[in-house]
C-alpha cells in the first residue's frame, strides 16, 4: 500500500519536471511496459582465469539481430550456491545482458578472526569475470561467441557479494576478507545494482562513505529481512557520494526473496511476498536499472527514477539521478530526479 503523505510530496515533484519536459515523459509512461525483452538460455562452464564454475544466463537473440549484450557479474552471498540464483540471473539476463554467476570457493577470516571456508565473493573476480568473457566472446566453440559487449560490465550481489560489489566500485576504501590489494576500478564497470547489502559495521552503525566517482549505484533491500536490515541499506544509501543512486525497497521480502527458496535456517522472518513475486520484483528493478546506465534506455531510467514505485505496489523508492540530455535535442537537460520521501515515516505508519 502506498500512503497518501509519500505520494503528495511526489506528485509535486513530478510535476515540476513534466513542466520542465513537456510531455515526453508523459508519453513514455503511458506507452512502456517493463516486462522481459528476449528469452533466455543457459549453460555452466569453468572460467579460464579463475577456474571457478560458473553459470552464464544469456538473451536468445534473432538470427537477423547483429547487437551485444553487456556483462552483469553476480556476486553471491556468504555460502550461497550459485544454482540459488537461477530465476533471478536469468530474469535479469531477459533485460539484455549476459549474467554471470560464479561460485567463488575459498578460505579467509570472518569477523572474528577465525578461517572459514566456503563460496565467499572477493572483489578481484571483477578483473578475472572481465578477462573470461573476452576469452568466451572469441572461443568458436563458446556458446557465447560474439555475443558479449566486453567493453561494458555491470556488478549484481547478494548479502556479502553486494559488499564486495559496493566495495568494486571505489578505490579508497577497502575491507579485510573482501578486497584485492591494488585494485583498480576497470573502466568496463558502468553501474551497481545490489540486495541485501550494507557497507560498514552494523554493530556499531557505523557506515563508511562510498567514493564511487561516476559509477551509479542501486541498492535494494527486502523489508522483512532479519539476517541484515533495510534500515542498514538505507543508510548505506545516504553515504554513496556521487548520483546517480536509488534505494528500494521491496515491501514483505526477506534477505532470501532473491534466492529461488527461502532459507529457514539463516533468516529468521518468514516473507509476507511470495518468493516468485518477490524475486521477479527484485530482478525487474535489477535489470531495469542496469539497462538504464549501461544501454542508456530512457524508458528504463525513467522507470527507475520517476514513475516505476507508482507502477509496483510492492515497492517504494528514494533516488537521484543527474540530469543527461535529452536524445531529441541535444541541449536539453532534463530536471533533476526525484527524491521520494523516506520511508522511515512509511515504515513507523504500518
Known amino acids: 500500500m502506498k500512503l497518501a503523505t509519500r505520494k503528495q510530496p511526489l506528485a509535486m515533484t513530478l510535476g515540476a519536471t513534466l513542466f520542465a519536459l513537456g510531455t515526453n515523459v508523459t508519453a513514455s509512461a503511458a506507452t512502456f511496459h517493463p516486462h522481459p525483452l528476449f528469452p533466455v538460455t543457459q549453460y555452466t562452464t569453468t ?30 552471498g556468504a555460502f550461497v550456491d550459485k544454482a540459488d540464483y537461477a530465476n533471478y540471473a536469468s530474469q535479469v539476463a531477459s533485460y539484455g545482458f549476459v549474467v554471470v554467476v560464479p561460485n567463488r570457493l ?23 569475470v572481465l578477462t573470461d568473457m573476452v576469452a568466451e566472446n572469441a572461443k568458436i566453440d563458446s556458446p557465447l561467441k560474439g555475443l558479449v559487449d566486453t567493453q561494458s560490465l555491470g556488478l549484481l550481489g547478494h548479502s556479502l557479494g553486494a559488499l564486495v560489489a559496493i566495495s568494486a ?33 552494523p554493530q556499531t552503525q557505523t557506515f563508511f562513505p562510498i567514493q564511487n566517482g561516476n559509477t551509479p549505484i542501486g ?86 527514477y520517476h514513475t516505476g514505485d507508482d507502477l509496483d505496489r510492492n515497492v517504494s523508492t528514494i533516488g537521484q539521478k543527474q540530469p543527461i540530455p535529452e536524445p531529441s535535442a541535444g541541449l536539453t537537460l532534463l530536471a533533476v530526479g526525484v527524491m521520494g520521501l523516506g520511508l522511515r515515516s512509511y515504515r513507523n505508519q504500518n
Open 169 to 201: 566500485t571505489q578505490e579508497e576504501l577497502c575491507l579485510p576478507a573482501i578486497c584485492t590489494a591494488g585494485y583498480v576500478k576497470p573502466p568496463e564497470l558502468k553501474a551497481s545494482i545490489t540486495y541485501a547489502g550494507a557497507f560498514g559495521d
Open 219 to 304: 541498492l535494494i533491500a527486502g523489508s522483512l529481512d532479519g539476517v541484515g536490515s533495510p534500515r542498514n541499506t538505507q543508510q548505506t544509501y545516504s553515504q554513496v557520494q556521487n548520483p546517480p543512486k536509488v534505494f528500494i525497497q521491496v515491501e514483505g521480502a526477506n534477505h532470501y526473496s532473491i534466492t529461488n527458496e527461502d532459507n529457514l535456517e539463516r533468516e529468521p522472518n518468514r516473507p509476507t511476498l511470495e518468493q516468485a513475486i518477490a524475486t521477479e520484483t527484485i530482478a525487474r528493478w535489477s535489470g531495469l536499472f542496469l539497462r538504464a546506465h549501461l544501454l542508456n534506455d530512457r524508458d528504463a531510467l525513467n522507470y527507475v
Open 106 to 128: 575459498r578460505t579467509t577470516l570472518n569477523p572474528s578472526g577465525e578461517e572459514a571456508t566456503g563460496l565467499i565473493a572477493e572483489q578481484q573476480q571483477v578483473h578475472e
Open 47 to 76: 572460467l579460464s582465469v579463475s577456474g571457478d564454475s560458473a553459470d552464464i544466463y544469456f538473451p536468445i537473440r534473432s538470427d537477423s539481430a547483429t547487437s551485444q549484450f553487456p556483462i552483469a557479474l553476480m556476486l553471491q
